[in-house]
């Protein structure tokens, strides 16, 4: 048998790609480059996507198609093309990003997102690129932390890849995947379905140069958190927790789960919030209402560094809940706090102050990067050394 090229074309001409009424030959997604030695037939088929969900199928119905009109002996050879660049492999994810920070609870309504916002609004005040990820499917609060609950992420063609854009609020880019669920069906996306949307709103958005990238993850420990461990290459984690007994639980198995040997990612350190609380009339009183200091006692057992300590003020709740971060605000005394809390992760990260000495863990060389001193309040710079990794003063 001889085989010419109308031949394959009419046998491609009778498959369809669903939904659109056309042929794969009308729709232009049979490649010029069709070959022919002997029975082997070669050509490539042209995709949007590489996720084309009809891709298999196409390529089966193709096959099936040749052999049916023109001859069961012929080898067909089918290779795949896309108009999109693929989207980079994991670990070549967001080269642009220095730093990503997992703001982590074993419960909820432990102020988790609260530390996470205010802790972007702080590094983005402090002058650094921060990007924040709200990968809470079980109750994303980003759009309202941040007022832009109405806001639509669009995609935009950047690089050869449809890539949505992040919203910029407060000068921090920022998406939740409360943008593109439903709140009331949020608790409904499991498994896969969340961590494909987790993937592309990492994968397939356009996060370009950060300092650090925050990512506010659901409370306990789930696939989201494996997810994202696989994806990204997580610098640290920060686990925030109240002092309660039962809170106190699953912060131990928060950090149980980032420690373990397969998962490997840092402990930054743990947040103590709601520690106290401090009625306006009585301003030498503190009150341990879920009990004192046992985010403290757990991060002395545990040998984690304790970043912070952060009381029960109606301010932090009401600004959250008006979108306007407290960190925001100057002039009251929690948003200093916020202020000075802000660098306590990133001083773990970089090791010890120049001026002061202080510090934590003078980790791996870091050079040309920035910290921050909280007691000194100056910034540090990391050159390199004849000896090694060296932190000067700015
Ligand atoms: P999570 O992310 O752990 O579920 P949220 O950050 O949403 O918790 O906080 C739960 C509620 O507690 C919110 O209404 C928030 O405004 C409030 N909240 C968090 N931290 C504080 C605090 N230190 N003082 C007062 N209210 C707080």
């Not at 642009?96 to 205010?118: L, Y």
């Amino acid at each position: 048998m001889t085989l010419y090229p109308k031949m394959i074309m009419d046998a491609l001409a009778t498959v369809r790609y669903p939904g659109t009424g056309k042929n794969i030959v009308e729709a232009g997604m049979v490649e010029d480059d069709l070959r022919i030695s002997g029975l082997h037939v070669s050509f490539s088929l042209i995709f949007d996507k590489p996720t084309d969900p009809f891709l298999k199928s196409i390529i089966k119905a193709s096959e099936a198609a040749i052999h049916a009109y023109v001859g069961k002996e012929v080898e067909v050879e089918i290779k795949t093309k896309t108009l999109q660049a693929p989207r980079p492999e994991v670990g070549k994810l967001l080269p642009g990003v220095k730093n990503i920070i997992a703001v982590s609870s074993g419960k909820g309504g432990v102020g988790k997102s609260t530390i996470a916002a205010n802790l972007a609004v702080a590094l983005a005040k402090l002058g650094y690129k921060v990007g924040l990820l709200d990968t809470d499917i079980f109750g994303p609060s980003m759009p309202k932390m941040f007022r832009v609950e109405d806001a639509h992420p669009y995609a935009e063609r950047i690089e050869g890849r449809d890539l949505i854009v992040p919203i910029e609020s407060y000068g921090i880019k920022m998406l939740s995947i409360g943008f593109f669920v439903n709140p009331d069906q949020a608790t409904l996306w499991r498994g896969a379905m969340a961590c494909n949307a987790l993937k592309q709103l990492i994968g397939d958005a356009y996060w370009g140069d950060l300092d650090y990238f925050i990512l506010d993850t659901p409370p306990g420990t789930s696939d989201i958190h494996l997810t994202l461990v696989q994806t990204l290459p997580i610098t640290g984690a920060v686990i925030v927790s109240t002092p309660q007994k039962v809170a106190l639980a699953d912060a131990r198995k928060g950090i149980n789960m980032y420690q373990n040997e397969k998962v490997n990612v840092p402990i930054l350190g743990l947040v103590e919030n709601m520690a106290w609380f401090t009625p306006a009339e009585l301003p030498d009183h503190k009150y341990y209402l879920f009990g004192k200091e046992g985010v403290k006692h757990l991060s002395e057992e545990m040998h984690v560094p304790l970043l912070g300590q952060i009381p029960i003020v109606q301010s932090i709740c009401e600004n959250g809940d008006k979108g306007t971060p407290e960190a925001l605000n100057d002039d009251s005394l929690m948003g200093r706090a916020f202020m000075d809390f802000a660098p306590m992760p990133v001083l773990h990260l970089y090791g010890f102050c120049p001026s002061c000495g202080r510090g934590n863990r003078p980790s791996e060389c870091r050079t040309g990067s920035n910290s921050y001193c909280r007691s000194e309040k100056i910034i540090i710079r990391f050159i390199s050394s004849p000896i090694g990794c060296k932190a000067v003063k700015d």
